[in-house]
């Protein structure tokens, strides 16, 4: 229990010029009331994101039916989201880094509600393309939610806690299929809406319950407001903050200004790289097997629009139960990824997803049997999920708090620009058959990169400094990762409890 931990570990740092780690203070709050109103306010920047891709899958199916789109047209309408996410991205990291966690994740809010509503004033395709792309643009800082929830987390509760905010995202697969069946036969701007209102709580609830991180804050030496977070978060969670942090001081973790460049540097450059591969190849398979069930199942909806005052006919009950799919392969990788490993899970995953994909695609020809397709679907959802789960969380912890946003940014970035070429690879003129073996093609490459990951299972997410040097035992070219947590130092610093893994 949180507050048994806590007090156990009050008895452990309450000495007089006591220091700690951020690490072992974050363990000493423990798991409670305050985490979960994180997790709810991050958890549905996660639910807007996800609606956000599966309107597409709707959208432009009804907009090339209702506004005549070319095949292009209709590509590109997906596209510009990924693309708007891809220079989201670049410019959340920079921004979460320098300038605070809190202040990235409310812009990110404010301009996917602002733009998602406005997109149902679009007027033209223009227009429609222009707002997508800067509710792209805000989408691309839903990386921020996800790191401030993994800053407040105790080590020994990271691994699966993380996994819950997928929930979120699942629940947001599900919803977006229900607000299509509820609302596009009557208007596809109703629809819109809906899918917008969920960032807009999250924004709301950010502004309310969520401070800035105490991680962050630390890197920048703003000790003093890094307590007092704490402390808040420690009352939260019933443990009373004046026994707790009586004569406690954080250990320093200031370091100079990070930046891109620092994820090319021989200390991290062989992750950063097998990272992006990894991030790449997860984005084309798990946006790209969307798009994909959707075809198959809606491969006439357009033909039967024409004959039926343009509206597609889409088989909803077949894309719910694969969109349902992702809640089963979440909660088999809950009880997995800290048992097996990030690395091992990831791998499998990926596998399998590419392998169900690309039978799914061959029987599509061969076969209209919807029960046999439908289950195909609904494993090869399960797995991407899965995967691309498990990758997220490897992600946060692979690299450190000076460059956490910057290096979590940077890899969604790389998988956005994966993701714009998924609805060209996947629509158009493409056989099923060619879409198949590229895909299975992607995912193998996908396995292989995350193989190369570091293994990140219990490790602390802690501080590590810029300008160490790669350690000597490790590989010249920077194939070790090395880390160097400086738990403790000589004189009144404590060493970190053996709880703390």
């Not at 420690?234 to 707790?244: E, K, Q, T, W």
Request: net charge negative.
């Amino acid at each position: 229990m949180p507050m048994v931990y806590g007090t156990i570990m009050n008895n452990e740092i309450n000495n007089e010029n006591t220091v700690v780690s951020i690490d072992e203070a974050i363990e000493a709050i423990g798991m409670g009331p305050f985490q979960r109103r994180v997790l709810w306010a991050a958890g549905l920047c996660f639910t807007a994101d996800a609606t956000e891709v599966m309107l597409l899958s709707f959208l432009s199916l009804t907009l090339q039916s209702e506004w005549g789109l070319t095949d292009m047209q209709t590509a590109t309408m997906t596209a510009c989201v990924f693309a708007g996410s891809l220079v989201g991205t670049l410019f959340f990291g920079f921004y979460g880094d320098h300038y605070g966690r809190r202040p990235a994740f409310l812009l990110a809010c404010a301009l996917i509600s602002l733009f998602g509503l406005a997109t149902a004033f679009a007027t033209g395709y223009p227009s429609l393309v222009g707002f997508r792309f800067m509710v792209g643009f805000g989408v691309g800082g839903l990386v921020v939610p996800f790191d401030v929830f993994a800053e407040f987390l105790p080590t020994s509760h990271r691994g699966v806690k993380l996994l819950h905010i997928e929930y979120f995202w699942t629940a947001g697969s599900l919803v977006t299929p229900l607000f299509a069946y509820v609302t596009l036969e009557t208007s596809w701007r109703i629809f819109v809406v809906l899918c917008a209102v969920p960032c807009l709580i999250s924004g709301i609830m950010g502004i309310c319950l969520v401070p800035e991180s105490p991680r962050w804050l630390l890197s920048m030496g703003r000790q003093d407001e890094a307590i007092f977070i704490l402390r808040s978060a420690a009352s939260a969670n019933g443990i009373d903050p004046d026994s707790l942090f009586q004569n406690v001081s954080l250990k320093d973790e200031q370091v100079e200004s990070s930046n891109f460049l620092d994820l090319l540097s021989r200390k991290w450059r062989r992750n950063t790289l097998f990272l992006w591969g990894t991030w790449i190849g997860y984005a084309i398979g798990y946006y790209g097997t969307i798009l994909a069930v959707t075809r198959i199942f809606d491969e006439d909806a357009i033909n039967d629009a024409q004959n039926d005052n343009g509206a597609p006919h889409f088989n909803y009950q077949a894309i719910f139960v694969s969109a349902s799919a992702e809640i089963v392969g979440l909660m088999v990788v809950i009880h997995t990824v800290d048992s097996l490993g990030r690395v091992p899970t990831q791998v499998m995953s990926y596998l399998f997803g590419g392998t169900l994909l690309f039978t799914l695609s061959i029987l599509s020809t061969l076969t209209s049997n919807s029960a046999a397709l439908t289950t195909l679907s609904f494993f090869a959802r399960a797995f991407e999920m899965m995967g691309s789960c498990v990758t997220w969380v490897s992600t946060a912890e692979i690299y450190t708090t000076e460059l956490r946003t910057t290096g979590h940014a940077s890899a969604n970035a790389v998988g956005r620009t994966g993701a714009f070429f998924s609805p060209y690879l996947v629509g158009g003129n493409n056989s099923m058959l060619a879409v198949g073996s590229i895909m299975l093609a992607i995912h193998l490459f996908t396995a292989f990169c995350a193989y190369h990951l570091p293994e990140t299972k219990g490790r602390e997410i802690g501080h590590t400094s810029l300008d160490d040097d790669v350690s000597e035992d490790g590989d010249k070219d920077g194939n070790e990762m090395s880390f160097r947590y400086d738990h403790g130092i000589e004189g009144n610093v404590k060493q970190p409890s053996g709880r703390i893994v």
